[in-house]
Nanobody
Framework: QLQLVESGGGLVQPGGSLRLSCAAS????????IGWFRQAPGKEREGVSC????????KYADSVKGRFTISRDNAKNTVYLQMNSLKSEDTAVYYC?????????????????WGQGTQVTVSS
């Protein structure tokens, strides 16, 4: 069974950068669409970005467009989320999730497997 583990979170100052990783085990990621989601305290989970199985298609939430970049290295069974120009409102727990079909949206029901999350805190 596919398992996902996020890493790379931490504390960063506004304007800084972080790169999150989503490492898979138990199956190859090639056939899975991957989404990144985040949830801030007291807020609903929201989709941040998603990528198709071969990386040819990507989508970003308006709030992160131009600042975040999703990519994947299927040889390493890993998907990345490069986050630049971070803002305090980016503070949240970030989750990666895998789905068997790429729909290009952020509906949680599309994703079958979820990681445990990694905390990102943007603060001076």
């Amino acid at each position: 069974q596919l398992q996902l583990v996020e890493s790379g979170g931490g504390l960063v100052q506004p304007g800084g950068s972080l790169r999150l990783s989503c490492a898979a085990s138990g199956a190859t990621l090639d056939y899975y669409a991957i989404g990144w989601f985040r949830q801030a305290p007291g807020k609903e989970r929201e989709g941040v970005s998603c990528i198709s199985g071969r990386g040819r298609s990507t989508k970003y939430a308006d709030s992160v467009k131009g600042r975040f970049t999703i990519s994947r290295d299927n040889a390493k069974n890993t998907v990345y989320l490069q986050m630049n120009s971070l803002k305090s409102e980016d503070t949240a727990v970030y989750y990666c999730a895998a789905g068997s079909v790429y729909y290009g949206d952020f509906k949680p029901a599309r994703y079958d497997y979820w990681g445990q999350g990694t905390q990102v805190t943007v603060s001076s």
